[in-house]
Every structure is written in structure tokens, then in C-alpha cells.
T-cell receptor
Framework: NAGVTQTPKFRILKIGQSMTLQCAQD?????MYWYRQDPGMGLKLIYY???????DKGEVPNGYNVSRSTTEDFPLRLELAAPSQTSVYFC???????????????FGDGTRLSIL | GENVEQHPSTLSVQEGDSAVIKCTYSDSASNYFPWYKQELGKRPQLIIDIRSNVGEKKDQRIAVTLNKTAKHFSLHITETQPEDSAVYFC??????????FGDGTTLTVKP
């Protein structure tokens, strides 16, 4: 199993550009998450999904969008990139019985994004 | 929503000493409390977790304790080694799937 795969690993965007960060997992996990981690800081939840077709906002959703059309993929869309979105983005997945006991999250290697 | 406070933000110990990191939370619906270790430039990785129906769990040099009444849980590392140096994050989850992380503790183990 590859686990959680994120692409790209690095990207530089100009202010106002848009892009999609890709995340795919091959562990048949139902829960998926997007976090951002600013330098020296913790992980802030952007969006999460408890299954295909279901998404919910986290702590810092403004400026981002997500979709979950399949169990495997959970892309994160940035529209009109701003310098404040410069960060490292981590995708994670876990398996949990619906509204049941949670399991550990498995993280991808991250996408380092700079907005200039 | 959920809120979790993690202390201390930095911790420096001598090799062989113990390290304790504490997290407090406010949402009584939280039922899963993992701890992650993140080395510089790497992804977070689970080191130990505890569920709401358990008070303590141990795995070799690492232990976690949970006090649901007081709403706090702690990570204990004994006989610290230089390779334990990293950033440690507590986290919590609810049945609804939402996950919240603490701000992290930078642990430095001096040889």
C-alpha cells in the first residue's frame, strides 16, 4: 500500500492564481482530512470528510474548497491564492465506524505551498 | 467547537530524564485522544493513543493518561533519548469525525 499520497510536493503560486492539491489513499479509509501547518505552529483543520459525498468545514475553511466524489480522493482547491495561504498542507485519512470509535490518522508527506 | 490547550510549548531535558506534556480540552463529546510525533520536515506519526473508556495506556517508554472528569490527558516519556527530540502534538476526535490538534511541544533531549 502506498498509504496517503499528496501531489505536488512543492509549488509556488502567484497571488490570485488557483490550484488544486491532490490527495489519494489506498487503505479504504472513510475519513479524510486537510490541515495546514504554518511555520512553528500546530495543524489547523481546513475541511474534513466522513465519506464519499460528505464534507464539513474545519477551523479555517475560508479561501478553500473540497470535494469527495470517491472514497480514495479528497482534492483541496485554492481559489484566488493569497500570501496568507503560504503554508505546508497535510492530508490525512483514517477508518472509523460511522459515528463510532475513531482510529489513528495516517498522514501524507505534505505539500509545501508558497504564494508570492 | 473543540478547543485543546497544550503545555509546555518547549521542553528541554537531559538524556535519561522523564518528559511530561499535558493537554486540556473543553468538549465532553471528545472520545479519542491520540499523540503524534513530528520530526523536522516530516509528517506527523502516531506514537500512542487512548480512548475515553480507558484511564491509562503504556507502550514501552511511552505512556498516556486520561482524566475525563478534569478533561485533561498527558504524555509521559521515560528514559528519554536524543532520538526522542521532536515536536509532539496532542489531538482529540469526536464521534462526528472532527479532529482538533494542540499547538505542539518542542522536546529537546540533551545528551
Amino acid at each position: 500500500n502506498a498509504g496517503v499520497t499528496q501531489t505536488p510536493k512543492f509549488r509556488i503560486l502567484k497571488i490570485g492564481q488557483s490550484m488544486t492539491l491532490q490527495c489519494a489513499q489506498d487503505m479504504n479509509h472513510n475519513y479524510m482530512y486537510w490541515y495546514r501547518q504554518d511555520p512553528g505552529m500546530g495543524l489547523k483543520l481546513i475541511y474534513y470528510s466522513v465519506g464519499a459525498g460528505i464534507t464539513d468545514k474545519g477551523e479555517v475553511p475560508n479561501g478553500y474548497n473540497v470535494s469527495r466524489s470517491t472514497t480514495e480522493d479528497f482534492p483541496l482547491r485554492l481559489e484566488l491564492a493569497a500570501p496568507s495561504q503560504t503554508s505546508v498542507y497535510f492530508c490525512a485519512s483514517s477508518y472509523s465506524e460511522f459515528k463510532g470509535v475513531n482510529q489513528p490518522q495516517h498522514f501524507g508527506d505534505g505539500t509545501r505551498l508558497s504564494i508570492l | 467547537g473543540e478547543n485543546v490547550e497544550q503545555h509546555p510549548s518547549t521542553l528541554s531535558v537531559q538524556e535519561g530524564d522523564s518528559a511530561v506534556i499535558k493537554c486540556t480540552y473543553s468538549d465532553s463529546a471528545s472520545n479519542y485522544f491520540p499523540w503524534y510525533k513530528q520530526e523536522l520536515g516530516k509528517r506527523p506519526q502516531l506514537i500512542i493513543d487512548i480512548r475515553s473508556n480507558v484511564g491509562e495506556k503504556k507502550d514501552q517508554r511511552i505512556a498516556v493518561t486520561l482524566n475525563k472528569t478534569a478533561k485533561h490527558f498527558s504524555l509521559h516519556i521515560t528514559e528519554t533519548q536524543p532520538e526522542d527530540s521532536a515536536v509532539y502534538f496532542c489531538a482529540l476526535n469526536t464521534n462526528a469525525g472532527k479532529s482538533t490538534f494542540g499547538d505542539g511541544t518542542t522536546l529537546t533531549v540533551k545528551p
